[in-house]
């Protein structure tokens, strides 16, 4: 089993950067491959940014790509999500999860979850 934290959501004007972290405990991230997800009101869940368990492949939405990076530090069970050039649009609960799955697009790849943290960018 693992247990999942998110952290680091707040209010950031637009243009601002926000660093999220999700630190996990239970067991070693090592072995998993892990996704940061988003959910706006009224809206879906949606995949934002995976990257693999060894760190050497990250995936970005299109969305996203080129403002936020995905990161890791398996020393330390603990996934980031630096967020910089925020847009209003970026405004949603951020979810952190963890899969030994192959997929990682897609969240129903995602054994473990975390409660998320708000984000919120005001324009």
């Known amino acids: 089993q693992v247990q999942l934290v998110e952290s680091g959501g707040g209010l950031v004007q637009a243009g601002g950067s926000l660093r999220l972290s999700c630190v996990a405990s239970g067991r070693t991230l090592s072995s998993y491959s892990m996704g940061w997800f988003r959910q706006a009101p009224g809206k879906e869940r949606e995949f934002v940014a995976a990257?693999?368990?060894?760190?050497?492949?990250?995936y970005y939405a299109d969305s996203v790509k080129g403002r936020f990076t995905i990161s890791r530090d398996n020393a330390k069970n603990t996934v980031y999500l630096q967020m910089n050039s925020l847009k209003f649009e970026d405004t949603a609960v951020y979810y952190c999860?963890?899969?030994?799955?192959?997929?990682?697009?897609?969240?129903?790849?995602?054994?473990?979850w975390g409660q998320g943290t708000q984000v919120t960018v005001s324009s």
């Open positions: 990257i693999r368990w060894s760190g050497g492949s990250t």
């Open positions: 999860a963890a899969t030994g799955n192959i997929g990682v697009l897609a969240a129903h790849y995602y054994n473990y």
